[in-house]
């Protein structure tokens, strides 16, 4: 039996699963059964195609064979370095429980299906919230950048 505070007790390497994506679902479900506040949230790492680098928080809205999908706007900040360049690391953190998970490699769109189906579900005041932020970004003229 594990104690109650994760730090009394270290990891252990025969507590990992062999998969890394169930690995990470059964640190998620813990977390949420635990109540961590947004236990999906991470911090995703791009850089532009002169390798800047920027990091920014997303939510992991699923897991499967592909890997962790977030969605972003394609036209953002981070929507333009993944397709400039489309390398990232994710981090999670679950202070909570002491424990993080990192990785990083490829990526890739998701069908536009899949994007439209998750859209859908969005609250009518986010999916306005989205318009807009996109309507404004291409009409605000770009401050303090040469």
């Known amino acids: 039996m594990r104690s ?17 994506i ?5 640190w998620m479900d813990d977390a949420r059964a635990g ?13 532009d195609a002169e390798g800047r680098p920027s ?12 890997g962790a999908v977030f969605y972003t706007n394609y036209d953002s900040r981070k929507g333009a370095d993944l397709a400039e360049n489309p390398y990232a690391a994710v981090t ?3 202070r909570e429980l002491d ?4 990785f990083r490699g490829p990526v890739e769109r998701i069908t536009s299906r899949e994007s439209e189906a998750y859209f859908r ?11 807009l932020v996109s309507t404004v970004l291409m009409s605000t003229p770009s401050s303090g950048v040469r």
Do not use: K, M, Y
């Open 4 to 20: 109650t505070d994760p730090i009394d007790e270290p990891l252990a390497e025969a507590e990992l699963l062999d998969d890394p």
């Open 22 to 26: 169930e690995q990470l679902r059964r």
């Open 35 to 47: 109540g961590i506040p947004l236990p999906e949230a991470a911090a995703l790492a791009t850089a």
């Open 55 to 66: 990091v920014r928080h997303v939510l992991i809205r699923g897991l499967d064979r592909r």
């Open 92 to 94: 999670v953190l679950w």
């Open 99 to 102: 424990r993080q998970a990192s």
């Open 121 to 131: 579900t969005r609250p009518r005041e986010a999916r306005i919230g989205v318009v």
